[in-house]
C-alpha cells in the first residue's frame, strides 16, 4: 500500500459540483426535448371511469395525454409499482393515471391540471393499528430476512425474570426526500433506448427497462452521472424513467419527466410505520435471559415490502431465550419501500430505548449493561463475528463525551427553563458485498484509466475508487482517472445496503493487481491503447458467509428540553464506529455525519402523517416535512476506531453510509428521558408531544 486509503482526498466532483457543472438527469436539454407531468390519482381506492383530455390538449404546448388507453403496453414487471399506465385500477391516492406531454413544463404543468378524470371509489382502508384484521406474519421481511425467529421459550422466560420491562414504541412513517428529486430523460434512437436517469444503479434500471420494454440489455444505455442522493429511494427503478421511456416511444421526441416535490410521498417509496412491542427480562446483575421484539407494520397492496426492523435484535445482544417477529398488513396505502437503514434504523430505535429503560429499572449505567450481555457469537445464528468492537465504541465514545461527569439520576440537571439530558445508544450495521467487475487501463501516458458502473451518489464513491485504485497500482493518486454511473462501464451493484463501496472497490483493486503484474512482465513502450485488466468478483453472500460480519458504532447526546415550549434542542452529537478500515477520512465522516443527522431528524423532526380521510400523505414539501438543518445541532462528531478484519474484502472495509442513523435517534430519545425523568415512546419528538 502506497498509503493512499485512509487519506483525506477531496471529491473529484466537487468543483463541478460547486460550479454548477455537472449534470443530473432533468438536465440534458436535446433537440426536440419534450417535458412530462404526471396526473395523480385523487382516490385512494378503486378505479378510473373515464378521462377527459380535451381541456389538456387545447392548452398551448400540449402534444398528447398517455392514459391506460394510449399507452405503450408493458410486460408484467417484478416490481409492480412500475406497471404504470396499464390498466384503470387505482391501489392508492398518488397512483398515477395520465401523463401529459408538452413542449415546455409549464404547459405540461397546466396540462396535467386540466386532465379530468372520473373514479368509481371504494371505501378505503390506510391505517394501521397493532390489531388490524389483516395482519399477518410474512414468510420474509425485506432484505430477504426470515420473518420470524425463535429460541427457547422466551414467554416462560420473561414470566420468572427478577427485572422486566415490557414496552411499546412508535415510529412514524418516513420519507428520504433526497435533494434532488427523481428525475429521467430518455430518447429512442435506432431501437436503441438512451436513458439519464437519477439512480442508485444503472445496471438495475437497465435490467428493469430490459424486461418491461421486451428489449434485450445490448440496446438499452443507462447513465446516473450525478445523482443528488437517494437514501434508498432510487435504489430501484421509479415511475419517472418509465414513464419518460414510454412518453418517448409514444412521441418519437425525447422525454424528461422529473417529478415535482409534492408527488415524491406518493410514489418513491417510505418507510412503513412501525409499531414495537419489546419484553425484556433480566436477572439482577442485568444479564438478559429474554429478547423479544415485535414489529407491526403496513405494506400496500401493490407489492409487499415489510420493513425488517426486528432484525437487529438478532445481532445485539446475548439471551437464551429469544423472539423477533413481524406482522404486516397489506393497507390502501402507497407503496413502503427502502429507506437508510431500512429495519435498523426504526429497530434500534425500539430496542436501544427500551435497553435504557431495562438499565433505569436495573440502576445500572447503560453503557455497563450493554457490555454485560456482549455476545460471544451472533445470537441468533451462531456464527462467530468476523469483527465486533461495541465495547469498544461504547467506552471510546464515554472517554470522548464525559460520560463518567454525568449524574445518572433523571432530572437532575437544570438550566433556568431548560432541563438537561444526556443519552446513550448502540448502533449496527451487516457489513455486505455484492458481486461487481471493474476494468483498469495502463496508458503510455503514465496515467491510468478505472472503469466501472458505480454510482455516486454523494457519498464520494469516484474519489475512494481512485484511492483503492492508486494503492493498488502503487502509484500516485494524481495518475488515476475513473468513469463511474454508466451502464457502457462494466457491471457493477447498486449504491445500496452501504455495500456498495466494499464490492466496487473488491473489483477496483482486483483489476489493478492484475494490471500491475501484466505490467511488470510487459517490456518495452506501451501499445497506443494501452493494456488492460478485467476483474469479476464474486463478493460473498452473507448466507454462504462462515462470520456474522457487522460494523458496530455508539452514539451520545445531549439535549435541553425547553419547559416552556416544549422544545427539545440538541446541543452536542458524537458517534465512534467501528466498521472495518477508513477509506477516505473526509468523505468517511461526511457520511457518518449525514447519517447522524438524518437521524437527528428521525428524533425530532421528520415523520409523515397518514390522512385516514384522504388516504395520502399530508406532508408533500420540503416545508411540512421537516428535516434538521445546521441550526438543529450546535456540535456534531464522528470518530472511529482502526478495526483490522481480514474476513470482509481485500481493502478491510465495511459499509459506513447507513449506520451513522442506527441508534442515533434513542441517543436523543434516552437523554430527553434523562432530562425529563419522562419516557416518550413516539417519535418523533415535536413540543406538542413533549410539552
Ligand atoms: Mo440503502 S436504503 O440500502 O440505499
Same mark, same amino acid.
Given at each position: 500500500m502506497t498509503g493512499t486509503t485512509g487519506a483525506p482526498a477531496e471529491r473529484r466532483?466537487?468543483?463541478?459540483?460547486?460550479?454548477?457543472t455537472a449534470r443530473y438527469a432533468a438536465e440534458f436539454p436535446l433537440p426536440g426535448r419534450l417535458q412530462a407531468w404526471p396526473v395523480p390519482a385523487a382516490v385512494a381506492r378503486g378505479r378510473v371511469t373515464g378521462i377527459d383530455t380535451a381541456a389538456a390538449l387545447a392548452v398551448p404546448g400540449v402534444l398528447d395525454v398517455l392514459t391506460h388507453e394510449n399507452a405503450p403496453r408493458l410486460a408484467e414487471p417484478d416490481d409492480a409499482t412500475l406497471a404504470v399506465l396499464q390498466d384503470p385500477r387505482v391501489p392508492h391516492r398518488g397512483w398515477f393515471v395520465?401523463? /401529459?406531454?408538452? !413542449?415546455?413544463?409549464?404547459? &405540461?404543468? &397546466?396540462?396535467? &391540471?386540466a386532465v379530468r378524470v372520473g373514479?368509481? &371509489? !371504494?371505501?378505503?382502508?390506510?391505517?394501521?393499528t397493532p390489531s388490524h384484521p389483516g395482519l399477518y406474519v410474512p414468510e420474509e421481511a425485506s432484505a430477504g430476512q426470515p420473518g420470524v425467529r425463535e429460541q427457547g421459550d422466551p414467554d416462560g422466560a420473561f414470566e420468572n425474570s427478577a427485572v422486566r420491562v415490557d414496552v411499546a414504541y412508535r415510529v412514524p412513517p418516513l420519507h428520504n426526500h433526497p435533494m434532488e428529486p427523481h428525475a429521467s430523460t430518455a430518447r429512442w434512437e435506432d431501437g436503441r433506448l438512451l436513458v439519464h436517469t437519477s439512480s442508485q444503479g444503472a445496471h438495475t434500471v437497465r435490467a428493469v427497462l430490459a424486461g418491461l420494454f421486451g428489449l *434485450?440489455?445490448?440496446?438499452?444505455?443507462?447513465t446516473a452521472e450525478h445523482v443528488g442522493g437517494g437514501f434508498g429511494s432510487k435504489g430501484t427503478p421509479r415511475p419517472d424513467v418509465v414513464l419518460a421511456a414510454m412518453a418517448a416511444r409514444h412521441?418519437?421526441?425525447p422525454v424528461t419527466v422529473a417529478f415535482p416535490r409534492r408527488h415524491l410521498p406518493a410514489v418513491v417509496g417510505h418507510r412503513a410505520p412501525t409499531l414495537h412491542r419489546l419484553r425484556l427480562g433480566a436477572d439482577a446483575d442485568g444479564r438478559l435471559s429474554c429478547l423479544t421484539h415485535e414489529v407491526t407494520t403496513h405494506t400496500s397492496r401493490v407489492k409487499e415490502f415489510v420493513e425488517h426492523a426486528a432484525v437487529p435484535a438478532r445481532v445485539m445482544y446475548a439471551a437464551p431465550h429469544r423472539r423477533t417477529l413481524h406482522r404486516v398488513a397489506a393497507l390502501d396505502v402507497p407503496s413502503p419501500s427502502w429507506m437508510r437503514a431500512p429495519g435498523e434504523a426504526p429497530g434500534m430505535y425500539a430496542l436501544e430505548s427500551a435497553v435504557d429503560e431495562l438499565a433505569g429499572e436495573l440502576g445500572m449505567d447503560p453503557i455497563e449493561l450493554r457490555v454485560r450481555n456482549e455476545p460471544d457469537v451472533e445470537p441468533d445464528s451462531g456464527r462467530p463475528f468476523s469483527s465486533r468492537h461495541l465495547a469498544e465504541c461504547l467506552r471510546e465514545g464515554a472517554r470522548r463525551f464525559g460520560w463518567d461527569r454525568r449524574d445518572p439520576r433523571p432530572r437532575s440537571r437544570r438550566d433556568g427553563p431548560l432541563l438537561l439530558g444526556t443519552g446513550v445508544a448502540a448502533a449496527t450495521y451487516p457489513a455486505m458485498v455484492r458481486p461487481s467487475t471493474a476494468e483498469a487501463r495502463a496508458l503510455p501516458d503514465g496515467t491510468f484509466l478505472v472503469r466501472t458502473d458505480a454510482a455516486d451518489i454523494g457519498t464520494g464513491a469516484r474519489t475512494v475508487l481512485a484511492q483503492v485504485a492508486a494503492d493498488a497500482l502503487e502509484v *500516485? +493518486?494524481?495518475r488515476v482517472r475513473i468513469e463511474v454511473g454508466s451502464t457502457e462501464l462494466p457491471s457493477a451493484p447498486l449504491a445500496g445496503d452501504s455495500s456498495g463501496t466494499a464490492s466496487w472497490g473488491w473489483a477496483v483493486h482486483e483489476a489493478c493487481t492484475l494490471l500491475t503484474h501484466r505490467l511488470a512482465g510487459h517490456t518495452g513502450p506501451l501499445p497506443e491503447q494501452g493494456i488492460d485488466a478485467h476483474a469479476d468478483t464474486t463478493g460473498t453472500a452473507d448466507a454462504e458467509s462462515a462470520y456474522a460480519r457487522h460494523a458496530f458504532g455508539a452514539h451520545f447526546a445531549e439535549v435541553a428540553v425547553d419547559t416552556v415550549s416544549g422544545e427539545v434542542r440538541v446541543a452536542r452529537l458524537l458517534g465512534v464506529y467501528a466498521a472495518g478500515r477508513i477509506l477516505n477520512a473526509r468523505t468517511a465522516r461526511s457520511q457518518f455525519v449525514g447519517g447522524m443527522t438524518m437521524g437527528l431528524g428521525m428524533a425530532l423532526t421528520e415523520g409523515s402523517t397518514m390522512d385516514a380521510a384522504f388516504g395520502d400523505f399530508v406532508e408533500s414539501? +420540503?416545508?411540512?416535512?421537516? /428535516? *434538521?438543518v445546521h441550526a438543529d445541532v450546535a456540535e456534531i462528531e464522528a470518530h472511529w476506531l482502526d478495526e483490522d478484519d481480514s474476513r470482509l474484502n481485500p481493502m478491510g472495509s465495511k459499509g459506513i453510509g447507513e449506520i451513522g442513523i442506527v441508534g442515533t435517534a434513542a441517543a436523543i430519545g434516552n437523554a430527553v428521558h434523562h432530562a425529563t425523568g419522562v419516557r416518550f415512546r413516539e417519535l418523533p419528538l415535536t413540543p406538542d408531544r413533549v410539552l
Open positions: 466532483e466537487g468543483r463541478e459540483k460547486v460550479g454548477g395520465a401523463l /401529459v406531454v408538452a !413542449e415546455t413544463l409549464e404547459a &405540461a404543468r &397546466a396540462g396535467a &391540471a373514479y368509481e &371509489a !371504494e371505501k378505503h382502508d390506510v391505517v394501521l *434485450p440489455e445490448e440496446r438499452i444505455v443507462v412521441t418519437g421526441r *500516485p +493518486l494524481e414539501d +420540503l416545508a411540512s416535512y421537516h /428535516v *434538521p
